[in-house]
């Protein structure tokens, strides 16, 4: 059996620093695997948040080796060999201890999200085709590394104007829903901050659940805004009917 | 109203008492939507009848009894079938949206010892839709959520029940939750054994603090093992391979290539109850005709690489990912693993009432519903029907209760309790003694248990409950403490773990999961009764009590005992 030496972020909101533990590697093995170990022999007060180890609950989000990542789904013999493996919590969000942090601004954001409104009447039939978009979008496990990753979020002054990719989703998978009632657009524009987005992508990139964050949610949602805010003709559709319209 | 768990059932509950119009709290040990439910995969069984339309409430029904070997309690089983096509529509309603049928309704899919494709499903993340669902349409009503919050045990005023202790994860402080009715939500107890797939938080907390407030446990007998658990590599070994695979005609072979369903099943094939895969499983690999890894192969690349895909993608990515085999082009190992409680607190169907007045359970942490062995797909649906009855019953019941008042003794020994595992002398290690546990469970009280080993599984159990006594934390303070945690964890898995022994060495026949190698065959008199555990002041008492059934029931009972002779 070999041994690797990992590197884990130990302290709380007043501070901390990297701790290293030595870890027998096993076949296979992923890096929750390696917490785990170090909490039964090393360190019992080792703090992580864990659930499924299977890549669906989104509970064990950290930086490993600097890059945002599920531990439950980082297999070792994937990072670079002789080298400690570092884990770090994530960094957009207060710290509360050791690799576990404060994720609560993301309920708060999702409370101000209108929930679905079926249109009256309806009959509850969808055709797949029309629906495999919203799936895509509610495949989300709200892991929250795109949160984290996105520049306007660790920018904390802007953190209550703007909802975050993760909210961008899930508002896509709101307004995109075939038999949705309600116009989430002036929300996107104004308390979501969807123009502060500018499309770097890198939330895309660290989705686990491989969710086209800004090809399929975010940048649909800019081109309705646009329509809505931009669009002389929608404006002057909205002027004459007096209303907002969704389309 | 306080509600302990947040899976779908805890969720479904306060869904109905916020409704009601009652102050609902809803208190769960990890984050908001982590919660095992997100975890279930292939579907909800609801007999909709969208693709096959001879489905209806009386096949449900039939199976459901078939499938627990006819222990099952039949009111529940009824309202069950009855209400889950409601329960699912309503899903879809509040925003869920499920596989379409051509036609545009929800899709239903095959799965073991359902007569009909009958489980509504979202690729294989129903459980998360479930989840998601029920966490959206319940913060827009009004509920109260403490996250992260473990609570450690039940406040009583006389034989009432009427608040919770517990303390705060991040902060490790403790909190007192004062209720005219509380329900029992906390999910099944796999952490038990070795092999599970089961989170860290399926620690059967409900079954204890329930038991320990008096109220009773049934069944305990009966843990499931799902007969398709990953078997490599080790950090894997237990998580689900969802039994969906073979919903979507996953073949199950040996190391000779043989389809050994056959030889056990020939009718039902892949698609057998649990009980009987998981045992046909364990015994290709005992007699030396097992995978590399001590499982079987499940083959599903037939159906083509983008079927399987489109259908199974996390089991896709899951296998991709952690094992390093493509499921789209070559089988993949599986073997049992400890998945589901059919065991849990004695309640009415109706309302979900123990018998400790003001005590309601739902979901995993119930008993009854599932008899003997549960059918794949019935879980998620019985959360929400029997969420949503519990909610009610406890809304009714907090209606027409006087104020309670708690107990300033029994609250200071809730917190002596927890303050003391900081105390120990010579602290024995929680992590230590829980893999003892898990490995006790796993070999003497497994799939296959006989009498001697079970009687050496009570010894043991013993041994480990005066160790229990004597668990500490190791190392660190009260905030956010995994090794506190597991202290208090401990006492919750040996209660329950003694129940599962206790009752599994009453029971002397084989019967859905429980499968006595000194007693192969069923019993007539223990095909008519239950096993039921309680406390005796200090004591665990364990008692037959005959099967609930209903009259009005009976002729949709024989019918079906009558086809299955044939
Ligand atoms: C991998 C997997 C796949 C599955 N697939 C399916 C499927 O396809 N179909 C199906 O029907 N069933 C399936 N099941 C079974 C089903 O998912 C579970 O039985 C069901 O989700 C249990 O729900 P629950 O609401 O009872 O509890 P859970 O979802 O387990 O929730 C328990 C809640 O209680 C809280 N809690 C526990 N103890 C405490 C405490 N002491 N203090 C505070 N809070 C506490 C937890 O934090 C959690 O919120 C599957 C199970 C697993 C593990
Ligand atoms: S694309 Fe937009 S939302 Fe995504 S990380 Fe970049 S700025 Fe943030
Ligand atoms: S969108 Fe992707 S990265 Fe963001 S929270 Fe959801 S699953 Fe995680
Ligand atoms: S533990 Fe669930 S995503 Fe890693």
């Given at each position: 059996m070999s041994k690797r030496e990992f590197k884990v972020w130990r302290g709380d909101a007043a501070g901390g620093k990297f701790v290293s533990y030595p870890v027998d590697v096993e076949e296979g093995m992923v890096v929750l695997d390696a917490i785990h170990q170090i909490q039964r022999q090393q360190a019992p007060d080792l703090a992580c948040r864990w659930n499924c180890k299977a890549a669906k609950c989104g509970s064990c989000s950290a930086e490993v080796n600097g890059k945002p990542r599920l531990m439950?789904?980082?297999?070792?013999?994937?990072?670079?060999?002789?080298?400690?493996?570092?884990?770090?919590?994530?960094?957009?969000?207060?710290?509360?201890?050791?690799?576990?942090?404060?994720?609560?601004?993301?309920?708060?954001?999702?409370?101000?999200?209108?929930?679905?409104?079926?249109?009256?009447?309806?009959?509850?039939?969808?055709?797949?085709?029309?629906?495999?978009?919203?799936?895509?979008?509610?495949?989300?496990?709200?892991?929250?590394?795109?949160?984290?990753?996105?520049?306007?979020?660790?920018?904390?002054?802007?953190?209550?104007?703007?909802?975050?990719?993760?909210?961008?989703?899930?508002?896509?998978?709101?307004?995109?829903?075939?038999?949705?009632?309600?116009?989430?657009?002036?929300?996107?524009?104004?308390?979501?901050?969807?123009?502060?987005?500018?499309?770097?992508?890198?939330?895309?990139?660290?989705?686990?659940?491989?969710?086209?964050?800004?090809?399929?949610?975010?940048?649909?949602?800019?081109?309705?805004?646009?329509?809505?805010?931009?669009?002389?003709?929608?404006?002057?559709?909205?002027?004459?009917?007096?209303?907002?319209?969704?389309? | 109203m306080v509600i302990i768990g947040a899976g779908g059932a805890g969720l479904r509950a306060a869904i109905e008492c916020s409704a009601a119009g009652l102050k609902t709290a809803l208190v769960c040990k990890s984050l908001l939507g982590k919660a095992h439910t997100v975890m279930a995969e292939g579907g909800i069984a609801a007999a909709l009848a969208n693709v096959d339309n001879q489905d209806g409430w009386t096949t449900h029904f039939q199976d459901t009894l078939f499938g627990g070997k006819y222990l099952n309690n039949w009111k529940m089983a009824e309202f069950h079938a009855k209400e889950s096509p409601d329960r699912v529509r309503e899903l879809e309603q509040w925003g869920a949206v499920f596989d379409r049928t051509g036609e545009g309704k929800i899709l239903q899919r095959a799965f073991g010892g359902h007569t009909y494709r009958r489980l509504a499903h979202v690729?294989?993340?129903?459980?998360?839709?479930?989840?998601?669902?029920?966490?959206?349409?319940?913060?827009?009503?009004?509920?109260?959520?403490?996250?992260?919050?473990?609570?450690?045990?039940?406040?009583?005023?006389?034989?009432?029940?009427?608040?919770?202790?517990?303390?705060?994860?991040?902060?490790?402080?403790?909190?007192?939750?004062?209720?005219?009715?509380?329900?029992?939500?906390?999910?099944?107890?796999?952490?038990?054994?070795?092999?599970?797939?089961?989170?860290?938080?399926?620690?059967?907390?409900?079954?204890?603090?329930?038991?320990?407030?008096?109220a009773q446990l049934l069944d305990m007998e009966f843990v499931q093992f799902h007969p398709t658990g990953m078997?490599?590599?080790?950090?894997?070994?237990?998580?689900?391979?969802?039994?969906?695979?073979r919903g979507e005609g996953g073949i199950l072979r040996n190391n000779k290539g043989e389809r050994f369903m056959e030889k056990y099943d020939p009718k039902r094939m892949e698609l057998s109850t649990r009980d009987v895969v998981a045992r046909s499983i364990y015994t290709e690999v005992k007699e030396g005709r097992g995978s590399p890894h001590g499982g079987c192969f499940l083959d599903i690349s037939h159906r083509g690489a983008e079927y399987v895909k489109k259908k199974l993608p996390s089991m896709y990515h899951q296998f991709k990912e952690l094992a390093d085999v493509d499921i789209t082009t070559g089988p993949m190992e599986v073997g049992p693993?400890?998945?589901?409680?059919?065991?849990?607190?004695?309640?009415?169907?109706?309302?979900?009432?123990?018998?400790?007045?003001?005590?309601?359970?739902?979901?995993?942490?119930?008993?009854?519903?599932?008899?003997?062995?549960?059918?794949?797909?019935?879980?998620?649906?019985?959360?929400?029907?029997?969420?949503?009855?519990?909610?009610?019953?406890?809304?009714?019941?907090?209606?027409?209760a006087p104020a309670a008042k708690l107990e300033e003794a029994e609250i200071s020994a809730a917190a002596d309790e927890m303050t003391g595992y900081f105390s120990r002398e010579k602290p024995e290690n929680p992590y230590q003694l829980h893999v003892e546990l898990q490995n006790t469970m796993q070999s003497l009280v497994g799939i296959f248990r006989e009498d001697g080993d079970l009687k050496a599984a009570v010894e043991k159990l013993q041994e480990y409950k005066d160790r229990a006594r004597r668990v500490g934390v190791l190392e660190?303070?009260?905030?956010?403490?995994?090794?506190?945690?597991?202290?208090?964890?401990?006492?919750?898995?040996l209660i329950c773990s003694e129940a599962i022994t206790r009752a599994a060495l009453l029971r002397k026949e084989s019967r859905g999961a429980h499968s006595r190698l000194d007693y192969p065959a069923y019993d007539e008199y223990w095909g008519s009764h239950n096993l039921l555990s309680e406390d005796r002041n200090g004591v665990m008492d364990v008692q037959p009590m005959p099967v609930v059934s209903s009259p009005d029931l009976q002729t949709l009972v024989d019918e079906r005992k009558a086809k299955e002779k044939k």
């Open positions: 439950c789904k980082t297999r070792l013999d994937s990072l670079p060999d002789g080298e400690p493996v570092t884990v770090h919590p994530m960094r957009s969000f207060p710290i509360m201890r050791d690799l576990v942090t404060d994720v609560a601004w993301n309920y708060t954001v999702n409370r101000k999200i209108p929930p679905f409104t079926p249109k009256k009447d309806t009959q509850w039939l969808m055709q797949q085709e029309d629906v495999d978009r919203v799936q895509e979008f509610r495949k989300c496990i709200e892991c929250f590394l795109c949160q984290n990753v996105c520049h306007v979020v660790r920018e904390h002054d802007k953190k209550d104007h703007f909802a975050g990719p993760r909210f961008f989703v899930r508002i896509a998978s709101l307004e995109m829903h075939p038999l949705d009632s309600l116009d989430r657009i002036p929300l996107l524009k104004k308390e979501a901050g969807l123009g502060l987005c500018n499309i770097t992508k890198c939330c895309t990139e660290v989705c686990p659940e491989e969710i086209h964050i800004t090809d399929n949610a975010i940048i649909p949602m800019k081109e309705r805004v646009v329509d809505r805010y931009y669009d002389p003709v929608q404006i002057v559709i909205r002027k004459l009917t007096g209303k907002d319209k969704k389309d | 690729g294989d993340r129903t459980g998360l839709e479930l989840i998601r669902t029920l966490q959206d349409k319940g913060i827009h009503q009004g509920i109260d959520v403490y996250m992260e919050c473990t609570i450690t045990r039940l406040l009583k005023d006389g034989p009432r029940a009427c608040g919770a202790f517990g303390y705060w994860r991040e902060t490790g402080k403790f909190v007192i939750f004062k209720a005219k009715s509380i329900i029992l939500s906390t999910g099944g107890l796999g952490r038990c054994f070795k092999i599970t797939s089961n989170s860290w938080e399926g620690t059967g907390d409900g079954h204890a603090l329930g038991y320990q407030a008096g078997v490599w590599p080790p950090g894997v070994m237990g998580l689900l391979v969802t039994e969906a695979v693993t400890c998945h589901y409680a059919m065991g849990g607190l004695k309640v009415e169907a109706a309302t979900g009432a123990t018998r400790v007045p003001g005590l309601f359970a739902a979901g995993e942490c119930s008993g009854g519903m599932h008899g003997a062995n549960r059918l794949g797909g019935n879980s998620l649906s019985d959360l929400l029907v029997f969420g949503a009855r519990a909610g009610k019953g406890a809304a009714d019941h907090a209606r027409s660190g303070n009260r905030m956010f403490n995994p090794g506190w945690h597991l202290c208090r964890d401990l006492q919750n898995m």
